[in-house]
């Protein structure tokens, strides 16, 4: 059994224990920075977004329009524009091609129809043709004129020494004459040529009809294949292609009784209503007064401008007219009150509010309407002039909000 002890022993297994190594220093800072670039980016995707809004600016109201001026006399006229054509041709020939519709706009020297050239092209194609044998003629003219000229210098010098007889010079000078009166000729008739292509050239231009001035195409009075002429023919023909009509040239032209015209005087604030905008106050003032009477109608013809023209204002719409006037003269001091959009302006908790932007955000204002019109409301307190304020505010627009601007 003793014999056996130290057998034993030596098969036994001795366990080591477990050899700890040692953990790298960069796993703790790499777990804290993915576990901050996850919540950043939580946030990131968590954030209030920028709402996008237009905006305006408030401006203030001026002193007549708050109330300074009174009315001294109402009248009714209508608008017209100043510089409106019924474009035509120079000559009478078939439209071949219309180029513009009503209410198109069109610039000055756009082309607007064009008409039947083959005649005058065929004319004009003759004319080029004799223009191109004259100088045909002209340079087979020169190198005889040089040639005779040298004839006539060897005749000359000949006859000194009596080897030519008078007549041979005679007849030598004669050739020389001839042929440079030949090539004066020619010249001219290269001129009158030339003069001939010209005047082709502009009656081929006169088959295009262009724009006079831009302005917006009203009424289209032609078709192609119908005949065009400066002149009436009765239903045969058109007398014009188009009417155009410059829309920055507006105004209104108004009929005043004599009795009342020493009311008005020129640069006179006035306050103009379209019929089909009643609601709408347009400022404007008196241009000229007509320095002529109607002797039928005992009336003064009056031309007011307007301050401001408007797409909204069309030729020919009926429009009544406040001639006002400033107490004493004078404008009065500015109110306070400025001027937005009506889409401005929205009622939250039974109040008038409107939204204005400071530094990226909006902060909700109560605001007090003295009054609106049309598309305009005036505001008495809570706003200045010169603010910024949303011109459409969304519905979920709420207070602090961040915003992005938008280009109107």
């Keep these: 059994m003793s014999s056996e002890k130290p057998t034993l022993d030596g098969l036994r297994i001795e366990r080591r224990a477990p050899i700890s190594r040692p953990r790298p220093p960069w796993v703790a800072p790499g777990l804290i920075a993915v576990i901050v670039l996850g919540a950043a980016f939580l946030w990131w995707l968590s954030r209030p977004k920028a709402v996008t809004v237009q905006t305006v600016v408030a401006r203030a109201q001026s002193a007549v329009s708050a109330g300074s001026a009174k009315t001294l006399l109402n009248a009714s006229g209508y608008v017209t524009a100043r510089r409106a054509a019924t474009v035509s041709s120079k000559v009478t020939g078939k439209v071949m091609e219309v180029l513009v519709e009503e209410g198109k706009k069109v610039e000055e020297g756009q ?73 004066v000729r020619q010249t001219s008739e290269i001129t009158i040529r030339e003069r001939e292509v010209e005047q082709w050239k502009q009656q081929l231009d006169d088959m295009i009809i262009r724009a006079p001035f831009a302005g917006v195409v009203t009424a289209k009075n032609a078709q192609p294949g119908e005949m065009i002429s400066t002149m009436s023919a ?18 209104i032209e108004v009929d005043v009784n004599e009795s009342f015209i020493n009311r008005i005087q020129p640069q006179q604030p006035v306050e103009a209503t379209l019929d089909a ?69 929205q009622n939250r908790d039974d109040r008038d509010v409107v939204w204005v932007v400071r530094d990226g955000r909006v902060e909700r204002r109560a605001v007090t309407i003295a009054q609106t019109n049309g598309d305009e409301s005036t505001i008495a307190a809570g706003l200045s002039a010169g603010e910024k304020v949303v011109a459409n505010p969304p519905a979920g627009l709420v207070d602090g909000a961040k915003i992005s601007e938008k280009n109107p």
């Design 111 to 183: 082309v607007l129809a064009r008409l039947d050239a083959s005649n005058i092209e065929a004319g004009f194609r003759l004319a080029q043709a004799q223009l191109d044998a004259s100088r045909t003629f002209l340079e087979e003219t020169k190198p005889n004129l040089v040639f005779a000229q040298r004839e006539l210098k060897r005749f000359t010098d000949l006859a000194a020494t009596k080897i030519v007889s008078d007549s041979d010079l005679r007849k030598a000078e004669m050739e020389s004459r001839a042929l440079d009166a030949r090539l």
């Design 234 to 251: 009765g239903g045969f023909t058109r007398t014009g292609i188009c009417t155009i009509v410059d829309m920055t040239s507006l105004e």
């Design 277 to 345: 905008y009643p609601d709408w106050r347009i400022p404007g003032k008196v241009i000229a007064i007509i320095p002529t009477a109607d002797r039928q109608k005992a009336t003064v013809k009056v031309r007011v401008g307007f301050d401001q023209l408007d797409d909204r204002i069309l030729p020919d719409m009926a429009v009544k007219v406040a001639f006002r006037s400033v107490d004493d003269g004078k404008a009065a001091p500015a109110s306070g009150s400025v001027i937005v959009p009506k889409a401005a302006i």
